[in-house]
């Protein structure tokens, strides 16, 4: 996943009181698009330390957390050993850079603020399609569009219309979006608002 070396050197800092309140409010946000899920598997993907997905573990039998980051799913897995928890499990992989089939699918694949990271996010898109159960869910949480922030590092942002033809050109239906949240210096200094977009994978 595209930073991979930066995510592993900041992963014993990473859990920030501002990340866990932008955290917080993600997984609140994706709670109120979950069907049905108490019974269902997920993947948190491009997880970090998990700050997402271990507030969404009630919600659902089994959360599989996977990131590119080694050092963030030591981070993971000692959260896991430590709250001695037991419907979780990780994966260190890298979809952008390991062509390796992984036989992994789920019924909910969920991202926060990971898309920016991808340089060919369409690809990846395609990826994740064939990773959901016919008819699952992949959602996404990232930043709008903010034409103030220019980086080689990382997308400004998207503008929803374009992700969501993106998506749709890729197979996903019943895409449903809006924004959650707005702050302060959140997006590399700069005043941001984050979307939540729901999709779903054609029933075969």
């Given at each position: ?74 981070q ?25 089939q ?71 239906t ?27 994978k054609?029933?075969?």
């Amino acid at each position: 996943m595209g930073n991979t070396d930066k995510f592993d050197m900041i992963a014993n800092s990473y859990d920030t009181p501002e990340r866990v309140h932008i955290a917080q409010e993600s997984a609140a946000a994706i709670r109120e698009y979950l069907v049905d899920s108490r019974s269902k598997s997920a993947i948190d993907f491009g997880c970090g330390t998990g700050l997402v997905g271990l507030d969404l573990l009630n919600d659902f039998n089994s959360i599989l957390f996977m990131d590119s980051s080694q050092n963030m799913i030591n981070q993971m897995k000692q959260k896991i050993s430590d709250s001695n928890i037991h419907n979780a499990d990780t994966l260190c992989f890298d979809l952008e850079k390991e062509d390796i089939q992984l036989d992994i699918n789920a019924d909910y694949i969920f991202m926060a603020q990971v898309l920016l990271h991808i340089r060919d996010y369409k690809t990846l898109l395609s990826q994740l399609y064939k990773m959901l159960k016919p008819g699952g869910h992949l959602i996404i949480i990232d930043f709008n569009k903010n034409e103030e922030i220019d980086s080689d590092l990382v997308h400004n942002g998207f503008y929803l219309e374009k992700l969501r033809d993106t998506m749709l050109d890729t197979g996903y239906t019943h895409i449903q979006s809006k924004t959650f949240f707005s702050g302060k210096n959140i997006f590399m200094g700069r005043d941001a608002s984050l979307f939540i977009l729901d999709s779903q994978k054609q029933n075969s």
